[in-house]
């Protein structure tokens, strides 16, 4: 509901500089408070686009880990909690944020697996650890599918803070820990 909100008062202020802007013609062509309104008109998709982008994750060649095909899953996470963020930003509906939901966790229970499949064949000894940190995140995602039945609005809010967070700091700390280890091994 606070996106809907917010995008309603976004829409009333374009309408209110747009009748400013036609005003001001009307009574003043050569008034600089009209140009300097028809300015702000013309900057204000770049203004939001840059305002908007920052909530968004890039990826940087300081995340990888080393591994190509480890990088490449963490890039397509990056991918999918950068969905949720759109689900979030833009009030995509249920059905659309039950779906990025869904996808997320299901991706990420597939690159935990892959992950951890590659630990255990190359004897990595801070596996059981690693694994807890994984079991510990998608039990949090659980939670946050169940806050999602009372309050989603929150819940996708939370979601995407958390999941910016942990992915990122999971990627510099623990993972990079196993990086150099699996490389060694022979791992690519």
Not at 23 to 31: E, Q, R
Not at 38 to 43: G, N, R, S
Not at 164 to 185: C, E, M, P, R, V
């Amino acid at each position: 509901m606070n996106n809907q909100i917010r995008m309603f008062g976004v829409a009333i202020f374009i309408l209110a500089l747009i009748t400013a802007v036609i005003l001001l013609i009307a009574a003043d062509p050569g008034n600089p408070i009209t140009w300097v309104l028809v300015a702000l008109l013309a900057f204000l998709p770049l203004i939001h686009k840059k305002m908007s982008s920052r909530q968004y994750i890039k990826w940087k060649p300081e995340y990888s880990v080393g591994i190509d095909s480890i990088d490449q899953q963490h890039k397509k996470l990056l991918g999918l909690i950068n969905q949720l963020q759109t689900a979030v930003d833009f009030s995509t509906g249920e059905q659309f944020e039950r779906e990025a939901l869904d996808q997320l966790l299901d991706y990420t229970k597939t690159h935990f697996h892959y992950e951890e499949g590659l630990m255990q064949e190359n004897g990595y000894p801070d596996f059981e650890s690693h694994k807890k940190q994984h079991d510990k995140m998608i039990a949090r995602v659980g939670e946050v599918l169940a806050e999602y039945e009372k309050d989603q609005d929150t819940a996708m809010k939370n979601a995407v803070i958390y999941l910016k967070d942990w992915l990122i700091n999971h990627i510099n700390g623990t993972d990079k820990a196993y990086s150099s280890f699996l490389i060694a091994k022979g791992v690519k």
